[in-house]
């Protein structure tokens, strides 16, 4: 969850929605961004077994849940709303487009891009494979993904915030049965699909 189009969502907390230009739409979950670290993210924090980059971190509820369990974590944001919420918990965060430099690229054990950030950038492949050149080799990518069923979507999307109206960005989709073929473009490997409640994740490993 990054970039200026989320800007209003990160800044108030009544109803927010995700509308693609297919005409799907998806209410932001803005509390659950808001709150602490949910079950189905701690199980997420357990994977992380070293040093962890954060992707699009918006107000820093994994970043800090990492950074409690004692992983070495940044979080990363265009959003300087986000930064600011993220260091706030106690977490170091930088403001940076991802596929701008970073620091200690290369290095990074994980890399993890949660709450539908598989969509940053509307290409999926291009974005994993930045994520790969971020990771030290036998890293590893931890991204959640939509249901099985609900396929790969490629397009322009805005937030919706009542009658306010967002700038359009690229975003996209990828479901569990989409990520095996992205994965493989991006020179990763499927480790693991699983679920957790009604959310599913993925582990892709480099190397």
């Known amino acids: 969850m990054t970039g200026d189009g989320f800007a209003t969502a990160l800044r108030s907390r009544g109803t927010h929605w995700l509308v693609h230009a297919?005409?799907?739409r998806s209410r932001l979950p803005v509390e659950r961004w808001h709150g602490t670290a949910e079950a189905a993210i701690l199980a997420v924090v357990a994977r992380c077994a070293g040093p962890t980059l954060?992707?699009?971190?918006?107000?820093?509820?994994?970043?800090?849940?990492?950074?409690g369990a004692g992983v070495t974590t940044v979080g990363v944001d265009v959003s300087a709303r986000a930064v600011a919420l993220t260091r706030a918990r106690g977490a170091v965060a930088v403001q940076a487009d991802l596929f701008d430099p970073l620091p200690a690229e290369g290095r990074w054990r994980h890399a993890v891009l949660l709450d539908g950030n598989i969509g940053i950038g509307g290409d999926p492949a291009a974005l994993l494979r930045r994520c790969r050149a971020l990771l030290r080799p036998a890293g590893s990518v931890l991204v959640e993904l939509d249901p099985p069923g609900s396929g790969a979507w490629r397009g322009q999307a805005r937030v919706v915030s009542g009658r306010r109206?967002?700038?359009?960005?690229?975003?996209?989709?990828?479901?569990?049965?989409?990520?095996?073929?992205?994965?493989?473009?991006?020179?990763l490997t499927v480790r693991e699909v699983y679920p957790a409640g009604r959310r599913w994740f993925a582990e892709l490993a480099a190397g």
């Open 54 to 67: 954060d992707l699009g971190c918006g107000p820093g509820r994994l970043t800090q849940a990492l950074t």
């Open 165 to 187: 109206r967002g700038p359009s960005f690229r975003w996209a989709r990828l479901d569990t049965r989409a990520v095996p073929e992205v994965a493989a473009a991006a020179g």
């Open 22 to 24: 297919d005409g799907t």
